[in-house]
């Protein structure tokens, strides 16, 4: 399902207002000047700049990654054969029969994890692909 970003900003904006009332209330029991309208914006807008900023690293680091399923397609291979090779080199491991990836092939740039914690699932870079073809002694996508 597509998130509604009109929902987001909308939720984002209720969220700086609430924390504002409460810093308002704090900085008037404490006795310093409340926040003008035109500053309370200009803070709004600069965490909004940084919020989106914040996204686009977050999608940049996905950027070309595949499944698992997709990454065999391009090594033509089956995927059972190829979380075979992932798990014998260290890159995979099975808990609690859900398949995660290492920390060092998070590190190296070869697997990232995606999806909330619960439901964590890897995937392959466009370097890992490249990477397990090497190891595997085969050209991707031949």
């Not at 680091?61 to 979380?83: K, M, P």
């Not at 808990?95 to 392959?124: C, D, F, H, K, M």
Request: charged share 35%.
């Amino acid at each position: 399902m597509q998130k509604n970003p009109d929902d987001a900003q909308t939720k984002f904006r209720a969220r700086f207002e609430k924390r504002a009332a409460r810093f308002t209330a704090l900085a008037k029991r404490c006795g310093i000047p409340a926040v003008t309208d035109e500053r309370k914006e200009a803070i709004y807008k600069r965490a909004l700049e940084r919020r989106d900023e914040r996204h686009r690293r977050e999608d940049k680091r996905f950027e070309g990654c595949v499944s698992l399923t997709d990454g065999a397609r391009q090594l033509w291979t089956r995927r059972t054969d190829l979380i075979k090779e992932m798990e014998r080199e260290g890159w995979l491991v099975r808990i609690n029969s859900r398949l995660r990836a290492t920390q060092q092939a998070i590190e190296s740039g070869w697997l990232v994890e995606r999806g909330p914690a619960a439901i964590r699932y890897a995937q392959v870079t466009p370097h890992g692909v490249a990477e397990i073809a090497r190891r595997m002694n085969i050209a991707p996508g031949a």
